[in-house]
């Protein structure tokens, strides 16, 4: 009976059953295919990714070694200290000819006849012109090296550090290559005797510019860029979230307050270079700031974060559901009250993550800094933000159109040290927002 | 709320900081901005100067082309204004205007050296011997074949000059905005076609004497000669994915990089230093820079600089310039340039 009665209604609506099974395998499809286009479009990404990272880490990392070669080296008091004074004339000692003091001992070390010029000069091309530096620390560091001997490890020069990593063909016919046979022989007897080390190069994270690859290194870079992000953080953060909170809790709600927001959206998508445009008229030529000084940067990179700032804040607020609001307020809390002690406090992890991202993007800006002076070759650390001074980008951009092959490697390791800093501030935006966000 | 007072704290010391940091400036460096051809000597004297005078600091060289470091430089005078412009070119007549209307008056021009264009293939491609004609003949928009002006019709190196390999012309030129392309269609393509009669041909046609003579310096834009507007980083990198490719570097450049690259010859003359100072390797150019006579004596260590980059342990021929591939003017031209500079000539 009741059998009958089933196959009496799909008698009576067999199109209806039809139809629904047809309908349920369709959607099926269509959700596999777009879990489909997902996954592709996520595998293009990371395959992208990895390229990226393989092809930057694979090239960088050797810049974090630097070859460095120890050398037995005589502080004879006739050169380092001529006239005598016992270490008391410091100017003296540190104008005195330390790479002579470098060749001696090289061309001892070597045994190669000190009358035959074109030896001792290969010789002398295989460490760093940078040595001044380096001996006179010593000597100054403490005066009784003077008369004594010592080993030193020295840099070796960017040929020798670019041979020893493998990154030049020594295969090609010497006239063709920057080490000649007889150097590479010398190597080879400073490497069987262990004075020819790979080690790791703290110098990469202290050096400022330098034509010299094996003495070029990161550190006035990050120091220009730490300015910058300080001065972006301490004038976009407090603006920022001072023009969203009104704009979102007392502004009136009209065609001006439309207008602006139109005009804050349309500045987040400006492109960069505009604003480097804006600060060269108007931070430099306007208000006379110095050139290529680390607080015109950071004032032209407030300028480019704060609309990013602003619209992350006002969606941050939003978010804040309005029974809070009206709570506070039932409860007889001012307008302020209410915003500073409710809404505020529940929209800060959203206003934190925006700007760590805002102040990521400033990060690796270099196309607004090219007009105000900062795409520059600085050798000295900026003593303060109106000093000269780079930034990480830059850095990278002015080493990739070095000719030398040394700088290969470190603009691979820049954009490494770059990537660091990056990951570093997103990291932190993703805990910050894990921490402290409430969910309704 | 304890994020709140968190962010309030670090904003207030930050900012305390800063403006307790901003009170003890240090003396300013010389400003410098230009050529980028230039940028890595200017570089090498920089720090050298301050290794020799460290009273002074490392002056500041920023990079940005001879066209932007002149519109710099002309800018007006002043202490936030650069000091030195690097060029890879004369100053033109009507920079010189633009700096007079700002208050640039006395310019002095110090040239401090030479700079050579050479051809090069990939390391491991045959020999190739390059003449002004055949470099007309393979790069120009138009040729004359039968007495008739026609595009260039040339495919391969080999329809130019048996000599050549049958590789496809792929030829990777400098783009407008260097001052290495006014050199190399000077010296090169207008050379040529003179040489070659296409620019009488030309004339022939119908052209006037200036007409013809534009056309001889035009790059045909068929696709065979690529205009690189980076630098020669970049052509280096074309050429290490097109094998059958040739590229215009800078000497400098080239022997920074001899095991990749093999240098093409110039009316069988091999291009290096001394073919170049000689006079015998015909494509070079001079390198300038330009100072700002208004700060000389004001900026501290601007006239020590000069000095110091005209002096013979800086572009010497055994200097670190040479060495990095500057080729260095004749003994007495050296000492022209120290003159000069000494005797307060301006433009």
Redesign the interface.
Known sequence: MTDLAVSEARAAHPAASERRDIGIKRRYAAERRFKLYGIVAIAIGLIFLVALLWSVFSKGYTAFFQTEIRVPITFDQSIVDPKNSGGKDTKAL?MANYPRLVQNGIVALLGIDPSDRTAVRAANALVS?SV??QLRDIVLGDITTIGKTQEVWLYAASEVDSAEKGQ??LS?EES???LKDQQLQWLQQLRDDDRLQQRFNWGFFTFG????AETAGVGVAIVGSI?MM??V??LS??IGVAASIYLEEFAPKNRLTDFIEVNINNLAAVPSIVYGLLGLAVF??GF?????AA?VGGLVLTLMTLPTIIIATRAALKAVPPSIRAAALGLGASKTQMVF?HV??LA??GI?TGTIIGLAHALGETAPL?LI?M??????YP??????STALPVQIY?W??????AFVERTSGAIIVLLAFLALMNITAIILRRR?ERRW | ?S??KL?AGL?LG??LT?AA??????A??I?I?GS?TV??Y???V??NF??AS?DF??P?????GSSAGLK?FC?GVG????DIANASRPIKESEVETCKKNGVTDIQEVKFGYDGIVFATD?GGPDFKLTPAIVFKALGAKSVVDGKVVDNPAKTWADVDASLPAWNIAAYIPGEKHGTREVFAEKLLAAGCEETGAKEAFAKSGMDEKAAAAQCMQVRKDGAAAEIDG???ETLARIDANKQGVGVFGL??YE?????LKVATINDVVPSVETISSGKYPVSRPLFFYVKKAHVGVVPGLSEYVDFFLSEQMIGNDG?LAE??LVPAPDAEREEFRQAFSAGKTM
């Open positions: 540190s012109q001044r530096g030049y063909d090609v063709r290559r920057p510019g330098s034509s010299r300015y300080v001065i953080l301490v953060l407090p430099v030529n006379g700031l110095p050139r290529s607080v002690h505020l406090p800060m992890p934190l090219l002076g795409v520059a070759f600085v050798a000295d003593s303060s933000p109106m000093a000269p002015m990739a159109n070095e000719a030398e092959r402290f | 709320m994020i709140s962010v904003t930050t900012a800063i940091q901003a009170h003890a400036q240090s300013d460096p400003q901005a980028s940028l890595p200017a570089q090498i920089a720090e301050h290794e460290p600091p490392t500041v060289v920023e990079s940005g710099q800018q202490p936030d204004q650069i390391a630098d020669y980083t400098a450049f920074q990089n001899q095991d990749k670190p990095y591939g």
